[in-house]
């Protein structure tokens, strides 16, 4: 299974972006599947989250701004980020508690991480 993020770059404060994440490979199933961040020199940090039914949670600092989405038909799971600010800043990445065969317990894969700047 591979997960692969896209979408960063270099954006004006309170402008957006939007990340994607698609996974590939022989699975079953996907079940939660999440953005992290992590800025320089900070430890990695939950952004948002969706579960298969499409639950949603979201960091305080990002609530209001972030919407997490997943197409299940596509595997692939989005990041719509707007009024983006400087501390938004970091390399972002994606995860899926993946099912691969029916019956048999998840296990975790991360993507790579794609870069989002938020600067003047």
């Known amino acids: 299974v591979q997960l692969q993020a896209s979408g960063g770059g270099l954006v004006q404060p309170g402008g957006s972006l939007r990340l994607s994440c698609a996974a590939s490979g022989r699975m079953f199933s996907i079940n939660a599947m999440n953005w992290y961040r992590q800025a320089p020199e900070k430890p990695r940090e939950l952004v948002a989250g969706i579960t298969s039914g499409g639950t949603t949670n979201y960091a305080d600092s990002v609530k209001g701004r972030f919407t997490i989405s997943r197409d299940n038909a596509k595997n692939t799971v989005y990041l719509q980020m707007n009024s983006l600010k400087p501390e938004d800043t970091a390399d972002y990445y994606c995860?899926?508690?993946?099912?691969?065969?029916?019956?048999?317990?998840?296990?975790?894969?991360w993507g790579q991480g794609t870069l989002v700047t938020v600067s003047s």
């Open positions: 995860s899926a508690d993946v099912t691969l065969r029916e019956g048999y317990p998840d296990i975790h894969y």
